[in-house]
């Protein structure tokens, strides 16, 4: 939902063992970002004391030189720890901090512990199929690629080489259908479904109120009691839960699990 930073550690650590024990067979990676590695190092072994598979480190944006970036990982490893599994986040349009096909590789081929890139470049298409390119050449060992931005560009990810989402959307299973579809060579039946959904994608992406129109879904749906968020947070005007409406009746034309009561 985006709201991890609101909570406080005690909440944090609390969510993480709720969330695996409602669901013990999936794996949770938990993002662990934090100023600095006290911080981090607490909550990633919080995490995996309850359960987690593995944590998510974004780099701050002070970080500008490759150098720097590769050399920020090493650092949070050693303060982690090496025997805990963790994914780079890779999020230029917010955290302000470009790494390069290159850079990724050379902190995978750093520090074993990295199993798994969150790709969320804008565009971002070229960056996954040079990093499937370096693998292929033997210069970038296999790791998982997901990719998030709201799943905005799913359905050609997966075709670069991505191996799924890690990101939200109010129709998760779409989410998974698309992947399902790719992986099966199914191409047309994941993008009629991708574009299908693409209308609430779209509007679900709008900064500053994408997570009120998430929230709002999913209670719509029945999966939230509430569309509460926590303070600082924007509201749905009575014209925007309109729209959402009208794109959800239109949804339900092509997937019924858009038709709610």
């Not at 709201?3 to 609390?14: F, G, T």
């Not at 607490?42 to 150098?67: F, Q």
């Not at 799924?164 to 994941?190: C, H, K, N, W």
């Not at 303070?231 to 925007?240: E, I």
């Amino acid at each position: 939902m985006g709201e991890a930073p609101k909570l406080d550690p005690d909440e944090a650590r609390a969510f993480v063992s709720r969330c695996v024990r409602r669901a013990p067979k999936l794996p949770f990676v938990v993002g662990v970002s934090a100023p600095g590695f006290a911080a981090m190092r607490a909550l990633a072994l919080a995490a995996m004391d309850e359960g987690a598979a593995g944590v998510m480190i974004a780099p701050p944006s002070s970080l500008r030189t490759d150098d720097q970036i590769v050399g920020y990982y090493a650092q949070a490893v050693e303060a982690i720890g090496g025997d805990i599994p963790f994914a780079i986040q890779d999020y230029p349009l917010t955290l302000g901090v470009v790494m390069t096909p290159n850079v990724i590789a050379r902190i995978v081929a750093d520090n074993p512990s990295c199993a798994m890139l969150k790709h969320e470049d804008w565009p971002g298409q070229e960056k996954i199929s040079a990093l499937r390119a370096l693998e292929r050449d033997g210069r970038l060992r296999r790791v998982s690629i997901l990719t998030g931005n709201g799943a905005l560009f799913l359905d050609f990810e997966m075709e670069r080489g991505a191996d799924g989402a890690m990101t939200g959307y109010a129709f998760p299973e779409m989410l998974i259908d698309v992947v399902r579809l790719s992986a099966q060579g199914r191409r047309d039946e994941a993008h009629d479904l991708f574009d299908a959904h693409l209308p609430l994608v779209r509007y679900e992406q709008q900064q500053g109120v994408g997570l009120a129109v998430r929230k709002y879904v999913l209670m719509r749906r029945g999966i939230l009691a509430s569309d509460a968020q926590r303070k600082p947070a924007a509201a749905l005007s009575a014209k925007a839960r309109s729209e959402v409406e009208y794109l959800l009746a239109r949804l339900a034309r092509h997937d019924s699990r858009a038709r709610l009561a």
